[in-house]
């Protein structure tokens, strides 16, 4: 079934993938990105529609999604996937400079920030969807979400705080207002994240975009996918399971509590 999708980072890479994909599949497809010529290249291409959306600011993200929902309606798939790589060695030795070392480049803004900020108007305007209608929300995370990437301390941080972050909303998100959440976790796939000599740094087999999109659109069309955190690999595809509760104390904690009632 065809619907409305909204893409975050979807003018090149697996955001582009995706919407292709679904352009193809009868999707009415919104491109939110910084890079106008690019943006606007693909939405005509997929017949689409292009926002010029800054995912780190609240008021340039939140207006986009307001555009789109007036524009149809309707709003059935957001994907969550604007992200950026760590660009500073957050190890590099300091010892000759005088004083503090200069501020870290704070990528979490953008890799998780963002992120949040997207789950939380999709909440609100699928919550705005004629009755009946599917509404799915897929973040994009990594398998630095799951794995700790130690060239990397600080987008391990971001993508972990993703997978935590998708893992505390997805039912609560499904048992009031039927929205499922699942989570997204490519291996390496080359993208712009970093340069090409950066990623021929890497020793390993790469993960096709098709291969991207397969997992995607399980996630998306399979109506039992719902609160999973999927790892992509070049061939495969592995669910990652929940830690289990050592003490049923924390379980009572963390299970038992009404939502409702917190934050009032």
Not at 36 to 48: D, W
Not at 159 to 170: E, Y
Request: charged share 20%; proline share 3%.
């Amino acid at each position: 079934m065809a619907g409305v999708a909204l893409i975050t980072g979807g003018a090149s890479g697996m955001g582009l993938a995706v919407a292709t994909s679904l352009s193809k599949k009868g999707w009415t497809v919104n491109i939110a990105d910084l890079n106008v010529q690019r943006g606007e290249e693909v939405a005509a291409e997929l017949s689409g529609s292009f926002f010029k959306t800054d995912v780190n600011n609240y008021a340039s993200l939140s207006n986009t999604f307001d555009q789109v929902f007036r524009k149809y309606n309707s709003l059935n798939f957001v994907f969550a996937n604007a992200g950026v790589g760590e660009r500073k060695n957050f190890y590099a030795k300091t010892d000759a400079i005088s004083g503090p070392p200069t501020e870290l480049d704070f990528i979490i803004d953008i890799d998780l920030k963002s992120v949040i900020n997207s789950a939380y108007l999709a909440q609100h305007y699928f919550r705005k969807n004629p009755k009946g209608e599917q509404a799915c929300l897929i973040l994009n995370s990594s398998i630095a979400g799951i794995y700790p990437v130690r060239f990397c301390p600080i987008y391990t941080a971001a993508k972990h705080g993703v997978v935590g972050f998708a893992r505390a909303i997805s039912r609560h998100f499904y048992d009031n207002d039927g929205i499922r959440v699942n989570t997204l976790c490519p291996g390496n796939v080359r993208t712009n994240l970093f340069e090409k000599n950066e990623w021929d740094a890497f020793d390993n087999e790469w993960i096709e975009l098709s291969q991207i999109v397969k997992v995607v659109e399980l996630m998306l069309f399979d109506e039992k996918m719902q609160g999973q955190v999927i790892e992509a690999a070049p061939e495969n595809y592995y669910v990652i399971e929940p830690l289990t509760y050592n003490d049923p104390n924390v379980k009572r904690t963390l299970d038992g509590t009404v939502v409702d009632s917190i934050g009032k």
